[in-house]
RNA sequence: GGUCCCAUCGUCUAGUCCGGCCUAGGACGCAUGGUUCUCAUCCAUGUAACAGGGGUUCGAAUCCCCUUGGGACCGCCA
């Protein structure tokens, strides 16, 4: 890849029959890459030929997601606002006649194919009205067909995998209308790159079975033919297309559940391809951009692993600045109903901030600190620290009352309750006859933050009324 | 079934183009240990791979061939 400038430009195509996959944000990513590492255009065109499958809401919860993303696109095209411009030229097409009109039924298309899979043939129609003009009837239930005349290789050169070559014979007569002015995907895409000026398509490798069919189109049409760039796709753990049954696979799901969109440009950027210097992972999005080569783009296709996935995002969780992460724990706190007026945003902040190194995802939030915010229901027995006596559970409870309740409210902060308890705790020949007791009376969890740092945002009031009850529960 | 693509630890990958520096490196995961009870973080250590078979060569993870395995596509969807 050395030609810096020279108006590249490349484009993403979704088609909005559903949410935005994690496999078309993962394609994106890479046209974006490209374009900003290239000094390219990025354009992004709709292609919602297909009216009875297409969706206003699926064309707003892609356009959505890709912003929330960070991928801001150059320019934007919709398909079905350009039938005037594909009909100009399926008609040059059919005029020249390297297009024709064809009236077989589905059935008698389906009987072919069976035909030819039993006869261990490629499955292809090669139309006997290829040369025949339909009557007035016939042409309102035929499709358009290219006339493929092209006999031996059809090859291109693929950026990232090399020469690719296929034959020409085998691929038939293939549809590229419905109509006149219904242009079918391979038809419009043509088209469309060759009128928005598209330097280089990026797509994932499943395109690379269209791609000697476009090539033929953009000959018939006298286009001139682009660079081809097709990534490795994103499979589920069973190495299949990443489908619904892998979990979910749409990057709304992803927001919602609380994965940052600096976690999620990161880790798709990783699948796929990596940096020249090994060993980089955690990257901001510029680094990526800069580092971005097409050479470093891998051949083979890569799992979605969602344990890496969780790793990251408690990286990036970390990173953040305690004010920066509560703010966008608010949400999920409110949709548990943790949050109640009376709660200062301090309290809030300090509660939630202890809890930043475990969570993996903000979603995880509501339940790791609900106990700050409502009593810790927990049963009696779990207050036991390994072979612990109750009497002697209820004794040790007894005695960290008695320092608190000493403590001045004025100097309640960690390190003076640690200073004064933990002393006690040693006293006893083992700090978990202590510890473990009361970190659970003030959370009634096995796993939690430590007994101090939580006394310290409940307070001296809170912290005495949850040991009470502790001691409460054992007699 | 036809066509095309792919093949290093369980996963993401470095190394492959320009054979020796590879007793194959890193990261996630997992295991063990350390840091005030638990959990998480952090740190340390460990675990685990060149799909198989033939060549070529003094020497192959790297080059060639075959086999096997996996995937994608085969629509009047995109």
């Excluded at 029959?17 to 255009?41: P, S």
């Excluded at 949050?339 to 995880?364: C, N």
Aim: hydrophobic share 35%.
């Amino acid at each position: 890849m050395e030609n810096k400038s020279e108006n590249i430009k490349v484009r993403i195509a979704p088609s909005p029959t559903g949410a935005l996959h994690v496999g078309t944000a993962h394609t994106a990513l890479f046209n974006f890459l490209f374009a900003k590492h290239y000094g390219g255009r990025f354009v992004m065109r709709i292609e919602d030929t297909d009216k009875e499958r297409s969706e206003e809401k699926w064309e707003k919860d892609i356009l959505e997601n890709l912003k929330w993303l960070g991928l801001e696109w150059d320019e934007i095209y919709k398909q079905s606002e350009r039938t005037g411009i594909y009909t100009q030229y399926i008609e040059k097409l059919l005029q020249e006649k390297t297009a024709f009109y064809c009236w077989h039924t589905q059935e008698e298309l389906e009987q072919e194919r069976k035909a030819q899979a039993k006869k261990k043939e490629a499955p292809r129609h090669i139309c006997a009205y290829r040369d025949s003009a339909p009557d007035e009837n016939e042409i309102n239930t035929s499709i358009i067909r290219f006339k493929n005349t092209h006999t031996g290789k059809i090859s291109f050169e693929d950026a990232v995998k090399g020469k690719i070559s296929f034959t020409a014979e085998l691929l038939g007569d293939f549809s590229i209308a419905k109509n006149i002015s219904g242009p079918l995907y391979n038809f419009a895409v043509v088209v469309d790159d060759f009128e928005m000026k598209i330097t280089h398509v990026l797509r994932g490798e499943d395109h690379i079975p269209n791609t000697p069919k476009q090539i033929l189109l953009q000959r018939a049409l006298g286009f001139n033919k682009p660079e081809y760039i097709h990534i490795p796709l994103i499979l589920g753990a069973d190495r299949s297309k990443l489908s619904k049954r892998h979990g979910a696979t749409s990057v709304s799901t992803y927001a919602k559940s609380g994965y940052l969109p600096d976690t999620m440009f990161n880790f798709l950027s990783l699948l796929g391809w990596r940096p020249k210097e090994d060993g980089k992972e955690i990257m901001t999005s510029d680094q990526i951009i800069k580092e971005f080569a097409v050479e470093d783009i891998q051949k083979s296709p890569a799992i979605f692993d969602i344990e890496k996935l969780d790793w990251m995002n408690g990286q990036y969780l970390r990173k953040l600045d305690t004010g920066k992460f509560a703010e966008l724990c608010m949400p999920y706190l409110k949709e548990a109903g943790l949050l109640k007026e009376e709660l200062d945003t301090e309290f809030i902040k300090k509660a939630v901030s202890l809890e930043q190194t475990r969570v993996k995802k903000l979603e995880d939030i509501a339940e790791a600190t609900e106990f700050f915010f409502k009593e810790p229901q927990y049963e009696a027995p779990m207050l036991i620290w390994k072979q612990m006596t109750k009497e002697e559970l209820i004794n040790i409870l007894q005695n960290v009352r008695g320092i608190i309740k000493n403590i001045d409210e004025k100097s309640w902060n960690m390190e003076e309750l640690e200073k004064l308890i933990m002393p006690e705790a040693e006293e006893t020949g083992d700090r978990g006859k202590m510890l473990w007791p009361l970190r659970v009376a003030l959370t009634g969890k096995k796993a939690s933050p430590g007994p101090f740092e939580v006394m310290n945002v409940l307070g001296k009031e809170e912290v005495l009324k949850r040991i009470e009850a502790a001691i409460e529960k054992n007699k």
